[in-house]
């Protein structure tokens, strides 16, 4: 299986041109060009952003787009780069998902400062309600993650009450 095929962009209309194929190449190779610790940091934000997405097994396309707007804006990468780091770090969410999660979550629990996990907390509850609502599948993966993170309970709350129109929970309580 090729890199192509590894991330979903062999078939159907995407990479079907050969300048197609080379501006994945190309764009690949400016992320390989990032510094290592760069380039991990990245990797494991953009994956923990896939691991809330996927939580309840549906990647929809406003998550997506919000991965992509937060990975582009959080990185400084260009829309290009963001929209390769996404669709990888999918790709692995779907692949191996809970075979790394706990790996991921401590390689950036080591890279990361409290500030830039507060970020990505913030930014795994945006993922979460880019499509209206954030489910209790969401919610807990958000909340596991926080703990893998070594956030505290407290820290969780804070960010979660600034998203609580989207919890389903507290729209449809009978639904949960």
């Known amino acids: 299986m090729g890199l192509l095929d590894l991330l979903g962009l062999k078939t159907g209309h995407h990479a079907d041109s050969p300048s197609d194929v080379e501006s994945i190449r190309r764009i690949a190779r400016q992320l390989e060009e990032m510094p290592a610790e760069e380039a ?14 996927n939580a309840d097994l549906d990647i929809t396309r406003a998550e997506s787009d919000a991965m992509e707007r937060i990975i582009a804006e959080k990185s400084h990468l260009s829309h290009d780069q963001a929209v390769l780091a996404v669709e990888m ?3 692995q969410n779907r692949l191996f998902g809970h075979v790394e999660d706990f790996l991921v979550s401590r ?3 080591e890279l990361a400062s409290r500030e830039q996990k507060l970020d990505l907390l913030d930014c795994l509850f945006a993922v979460s309600a880019a499509d209206g609502g954030i489910s209790t599948r969401e919610d807990g993966v958000v909340r596991q993650i ?7 309970h407290r820290d969780f709350i804070d960010v979660r009450t600034r998203y609580r129109e989207f919890l389903d929970v507290l729209k449809h309580p009978d639904e949960e």
Not at 146 to 152: C, M
């Open 40 to 53: 991990r940091y990245v990797a494991a934000f953009a994956y923990l952003l896939g691991r809330v997405a």
């Open 89 to 91: 770090a999918k790709r």
């Open 107 to 109: 390689e950036f629990n």
């Open 146 to 152: 926080a703990s893998e993170l070594l956030l505290d």
